[in-house]
């Protein structure tokens, strides 16, 4: 299912008018070689960058590359969350209500899908990634059977699938880390979230079996099909073809 752009940022440049950055070192969060650096090698240090506007879309596409190297601890990609965050090593920057995809590099070396705190997982799988090498991660959120299915993939490999309810409550996004006693760096080269409202219906008879025809999102109050090409701009709806 292909969903509507709602944010793209290929980290050109730092935009303080669309992220919030906090460090807890001055000079941690910064754009080198092309990409956003959350950690620069430093102990007890912390980078936090995440999306002045929430995201409350649903279902939900997060698609971003990511690569480190170094000891620990790793960083977090944060949505459906609150205003926590955390300058704790062992955190990964990950504190507060609401979920995120923790890239974790210390002891457990793993990828996790975690809620409310860096101790609390939903699923994880271990995984080394810190080998300097970029990485693509895909995170999905739709419904299955009355609840959320949420994917985790990198580099198109399925490693996560958990079926839950989520609470959606907030709204904000974005990435967070954090070092302790040892120290690594952390890049993120990209960003793109699609999302849009998720209609169910919409079916059509197709060799004697009901299947979902395209998908629909809703647009300033109307269901549109999500190839009408419609994107979200600094938080209005705009056409991008007829």
């Given at each position: 299912?292909?969903?509507?752009?709602?944010?793209?940022?290929?980290?050109?440049?730092?935009?303080?008018?669309?992220?919030?950055?906090?460090?807890?070192?001055?000079?941690?969060?910064l754009?080198?070689?092309?990409?956003?650096?959350?950690?620069?090698?430093?102990?007890?240090?912390?980078?936090?960058?995440?999306?002045?506007?929430?995201?409350?879309?649903?279902?939900?596409?997060?698609?971003?590359t990511?690569?480190?190297w170094?000891?620990?601890?790793?960083?977090?990609?944060?949505?459906?969350?609150?205003?926590?965050?955390?300058?704790?090593?062992?955190?990964k920057?990950?504190?507060?209500?609401?979920?995120?995809?923790?890239?974790?590099?210390?002891?457990?070396?793993?990828?996790?899908?975690?809620?409310?705190?860096?101790?609390?997982?939903?699923?994880?799988?271990?995984?080394?990634?810190?080998?300097?090498?970029?990485?693509?991660?895909?995170?999905?959120?739709?419904p299955?059977?009355?609840?959320?299915?949420?994917?985790?993939?990198?580099?198109?490999?399925?490693?996560?699938?958990?079926?839950?309810?989520?609470?959606?409550?907030?709204?904000?996004?974005?990435?967070?880390?954090?070092?302790?006693?040892?120290?690594?760096y952390?890049?993120?080269?990209?960003?793109?979230?699609?999302?849009?409202?998720?209609?169910?219906?919409?079916?059509?008879?197709?060799?004697?079996?009901?299947?979902?025809?395209?998908?629909?999102?809703?647009?300033?109050?109307?269901?549109?099909?999500?190839e009408?090409?419609?994107?979200?701009?600094?938080g209005?709806?705009?056409?991008?073809?007829?």
């Amino acid at each position: 299912m292909s969903l509507p752009v709602i944010l793209r940022d290929d980290f050109t440049s730092i935009n303080l008018n669309k992220w919030e950055l906090i460090e807890q070192i001055s000079g941690t969060v910064l754009i080198e070689d092309g990409a956003l650096r959350l950690l620069d090698n430093r102990t007890l240090n912390a980078g936090i960058y995440r999306l002045i506007e929430g995201i409350d879309t649903y279902p939900l596409e997060i698609e971003f590359t990511f690569r480190g190297w170094g000891s620990a601890d790793g960083f977090t990609c944060i949505f459906y969350h609150d205003d926590g965050y955390s300058f704790g090593g062992g955190t990964k920057g990950f504190s507060g209500n609401g979920y995120g995809v923790m890239f974790d590099t210390y002891m457990n070396k793993r990828i996790s899908l975690n809620k409310d705190t860096y101790g609390n997982f939903l699923a994880y799988k271990n995984y080394t990634w810190t080998d300097k090498v970029w990485r693509h991660c895909l995170i999905t959120i739709y419904p299955e059977s009355g609840k959320d299915r949420v994917k985790v993939y990198i580099d198109d490999v399925e490693i996560i699938s958990w079926l839950g309810t989520l609470d959606r409550t907030y709204n904000r996004f974005g990435f967070v880390s954090a070092t302790g006693f040892a120290a690594m760096y952390a890049y993120i080269g990209y960003v793109e979230v699609r999302g849009g409202e998720w209609q169910p219906g919409f079916f059509a008879k197709v060799n004697g079996g009901w299947k979902q025809t395209i998908p629909y999102v809703k647009v300033d109050g109307s269901w549109r099909p999500v190839e009408a090409g419609w994107i979200k701009n600094n938080g209005v709806w705009k056409r991008l073809m007829g």
